[in-house]
């Protein structure tokens, strides 16, 4: 695997004054998922370049081929999370070392089995452990600890909503 680096401090400022100067900013992401056939649970993930398998485990019907769909969402609010970390160091002029992210979601089943109405299908609760290291004060990782949380676009999703339209569309069988 070939890496490239790229000076993250000049591409935040370089992209946020394009974005300042009226560039398009809106961009779209996508992704396909399809039923592995012959699984019960496994499903195939094509996104962008990038394919991978989410499935249950067998307590769930699955066979654990890959991740489930809840430990996704954990993984891409704590990527997110660190990714926000390193954009928005580098826009505050703030030297991060090492940045992790230990994410912890709590589900009640009786939820995703419509056993109780009243509880939600998602998680609970969802705690995050953020822990990073550098030469900066606490008072100033504070500061960027507080626009990480106000600037993470999976957060946003998560904590302010966004809107969710579905079309099913129902085929024949061949």
Known sequence: MTTTTID?????KQTTEQLAAGAPARVGFRTESRLTPGTNTAVDITAGRHEFTID???????????ANPVEHLLAALSAC??????????????????VAVDAHGTLDLRGFFGVDPAVRAGFQDIEL???LTGPETEEAYAEL?????AQ???LD???AG???????????AA
Do not use: F, M, S, Y
């Not at 993250?8 to 935040?12: G, R, S, V």
């Not at 966004?162 to 024949?172: D, F, G, K, N, S």
């Open 162 to 172: 966004v809107p969710v339209t579905t079309r099913a569309h129902v085929a024949a």
């Open 129 to 131: 452990d953020l822990t």
């Open 8 to 12: 993250l401090p000049d591409l935040a």
């Open 145 to 149: 600890i507080r626009v990480v949380e």
């Open 152 to 154: 993470c676009p999976v």
């Open 157 to 159: 999703n998560l904590t």
């Open 56 to 66: 249950e485990p067998p307590a769930l019907g699955g066979e654990d081929t890959g």
């Open 81 to 98: 999370q660190v990714i926000t970390v390193r954009v928005w160091a580098a826009k505050l002029g703030l030297t991060v070392d090492t």
